[in-house]
């Protein structure tokens, strides 16, 4: 099976066995990123489409440009909601990783939307992640090798760099844009540093308090056990592994 196809399997389960109990018209559901989240938002539609009582009355909230686009595409099935707005929590999210650790905690951020995807999981009262198998991993830094993205200020990205560097090691690398000469610019208007870890590191939700702290920071890739409420991964095989806290 190929890793598209895997992708398909994992997010076509978390959507019929975590959202659709849930829905109900006017629930709020949050909408990640990502090429897995494409999949869940296909299999959203095609199932609220088919339901009279949901059809347009599914209030979605976006965590990023590529988000929105997927609702607003949805030929009526789901509502665009505005975060702004919101004044109740977010019944359920559904989103992707970049690994996925033993303990549930998540690197995010590999396409460059991890704040408001962590905006957006912070309000959800259930968070499921979506991924293929190559994000399972025991630690964080085993399959991801390109770093723990981190949402940096402009004019701070110098001195965030030497600060990362000196207290805890590692390299942390500006994130150049791939279609356009200079660095990638997020939704917000800002840079990315993708720093390259030490293995030493255990605890992540220490790690995520000791990084927001210093000045010029907006926020991390990492999204704590916390805040997970369940995995899906689908596997090469054609099967799905379940992981739940």
């Known amino acids: 099976m190929t890793t598209e196809a895997a992708k398909k399997l994992a997010a076509y389960r978390a959507v019929d066995e975590q959202i659709l109990p849930k829905l109900t018209p006017g629930t709020f559901v949050g909408i990640g990123s990502g090429s897995t989240v494409v999949y869940a938002v296909d299999r959203l539609i095609e199932k609220v489409s088919n339901n009279s009582d949901l059809f347009g009355k599914i209030n979605c909230v976006p965590s990023s440009y590529q988000a929105k686009g997927l609702i607003l595409n949805s030929k009526g099935a789901l509502v665009l909601a505005d975060m702004e707005r919101l004044e109740?929590?977010?019944?359920?999210?559904?989103?992707?990783?970049?690994?996925?650790?033993?303990?549930?905690?998540?690197?995010?951020?590999?396409?460059?939307?991890?704040?408001?995807?962590?905006?957006?999981?912070?309000?959800?009262?259930?968070?499921?992640?979506?991924?293929?198998?190559?994000?399972?991993?025991?630690?964080?830094?085993?399959?991801?090798?390109?770093?723990?993205?981190?949402?940096?200020?402009?004019?701070?990205?110098?001195?965030?760099?030497?600060?990362?560097?000196?207290?805890?090691?590692?390299?942390?690398?500006?994130?150049?844009?791939?279609?356009?000469?200079?660095?990638?610019?997020?939704?917000?208007?800002?840079?990315?540093?993708?720093?390259?870890?030490?293995?030493?590191?255990?605890?992540?939700?220490?790690?995520?308090?000791?990084?927001?702290?210093?000045p010029g920071i907006v926020e991390t890739g990492i999204f704590p056990h916390s805040m997970v409420s369940c995995v899906y991964f689908g596997n090469a095989d054609g099967s799905v592994t379940f992981r739940q806290k």
């Not at 995010?108 to 198998?133: R, Y």
């Not at 964080?140 to 207290?167: C, D, F, H, Y």
């Open 88 to 214: 109740t929590s977010i019944k359920i999210g559904i989103d992707g990783a970049d690994e996925v650790d033993n303990d549930f905690n998540l690197i995010k951020g590999g396409g460059g939307c991890l704040t408001q995807e962590k905006i957006v999981a912070s309000v959800c009262d259930d968070f499921v992640i979506v991924a293929d198998d190559r994000k399972n991993s025991q630690k964080l830094g085993e399959k991801w090798t390109k770093g723990l993205p981190i949402e940096v200020i402009p004019i701070a990205m110098n001195v965030v760099k030497r600060s990362i560097e000196s207290q805890f090691s590692g390299t942390a690398v500006l994130r150049m844009a791939k279609a356009k000469a200079g660095p990638l610019v997020t939704d917000n208007g800002n840079f990315i540093l993708d720093w390259v870890f030490p293995e030493t590191i255990t605890d992540w939700p220490a790690m995520q308090e000791k990084l927001i702290s210093i």
